[in-house]
């Protein structure tokens, strides 16, 4: 075949001594008493390393560059690990791994913990791997409880914060549904825009729980408002994704296009003599991270 896709990580893990890998990155102390790094440490201690570190030869000199797993090599060194298992990248030192990874949603993070206590791991076993108390475990693991399989299947993969599955366990199926929707639409996620939405559903599409308030004609007429303000911007919002979409795809494949022609070093010698602005406005595109930018947006 003339276009064989290249493989971007060797087949099997490679046994490595920790001292041979050199970071890409600084990592502050004071990252040994954050919550992340502790929960990193007590996992390893309890139960081992499961996500093995990423990494790639150097080109000149002996050793490995680490692209992706330096709280976990932090963690080894720490608990006297010498040797470690890592993924080899088949690409240069450039490669930036972390761009392509997806850290786990609260869904996602809920499945894995009803499987390992179906596996039979208690609660407090992965509290202890977790560093959480025994409580938070609980909270995850029950997370869903109440909530209808549409809504979970539009949230499953979004950053969803914990509270806002208890904002919508008060709402009835279709109202959970459409809310999922309606925060999909506008990314937004937090645990306010929940609120909201729930102060905006009619009493009809509420669970019932506890005593019913009482809907005066001003809460009601708030009520929809902030239902047409939603719809409206969602239809806005729909549009201009449907828009962005394209221009992604396209500023994508232009990036692409000049990074492999400023590969050719005949041409990128031709650009730098003779225009040498063109050159560097090139460089500027190719160095954009169109990723990065859309989620700052």
């Known amino acids: 075949?003339?276009?064989r896709i290249k493989q971007g990580f060797q087949e099997k893990l490679i046994e490595l001594a920790v001292e041979e890998l050199f970071p890409t990155k600084t990592i502050p102390i004071c990252t040994r008493k954050c919550r992340k790094y502790s929960q990193v440490l007590s996992s390893i201690r309890e139960v081992g390393l499961i996500e093995a570190p990423v990494v790639a030869p150097l080109k000149k000199e002996k050793g490995y560059l680490l692209l992706d797993g330096h709280l976990r090599i932090?963690?080894?060194?720490?608990?006297g690990v010498e040797r470690v298992y890592c993924l080899i990248s088949t690409d240069d030192e450039t490669y930036t791994y972390n761009k392509y990874i997806n850290r786990l949603s609260a869904i996602q993070e809920h499945r894995m913990i009803v499987?390992?206590?179906?596996?039979g791991v208690s609660e407090e076993k992965l509290a202890s791997a977790l560093n959480l108390d025994v409580r938070t475990i609980r909270n995850k693991r029950y997370l869903l409880g109440g909530i209808c399989p549409e809504a979970v299947d539009l949230l499953k993969d979004k950053a969803v914060p914990e509270p806002v599955f208890r904002v919508l366990r008060k709402m009835k199926a279709p109202r959970q549904i459409n809310a999922a929707m309606l925060m999909n639409d506008q990314n937004k996620f937090t645990t306010n825009y929940a609120k909201a939405l729930l102060e905006a559903t009619p009493t009809n599409q509420l669970v019932n729980i506890g005593k019913p308030i009482k809907e005066t004609p001003a809460i009601l007429a708030r009520q929809a408002r902030l239902e047409?303000?939603?719809?409206?911007?969602?239809g806005e919002i729909g549009s201009l994704k449907e828009q962005y979409g394209t221009a992604m795809i396209d500023m994508t494949s232009m990036q692409a296009y000049l990074k492999r022609l400023l590969s050719n070093e005949?041409?990128?010698?031709?650009?730098?003599?003779?225009?040498?602005?063109?050159?560097?406005?090139?460089?500027e595109i190719i160095d954009l991270d169109f990723f990065r930018l859309k989620n700052m947006e």
């Open 228 to 234: 047409e303000e939603s719809l409206a911007l969602s």
């Open 115 to 119: 499987k390992a206590v179906q596996s």
């Open 74 to 79: 932090m963690a080894l060194k720490e608990l």
């Open 266 to 283: 005949a041409v990128a010698k031709y650009l730098r003599e003779y225009n040498e602005s063109i050159h560097d406005r090139f460089k």
């Open 1 to 3: 075949m003339a276009n």
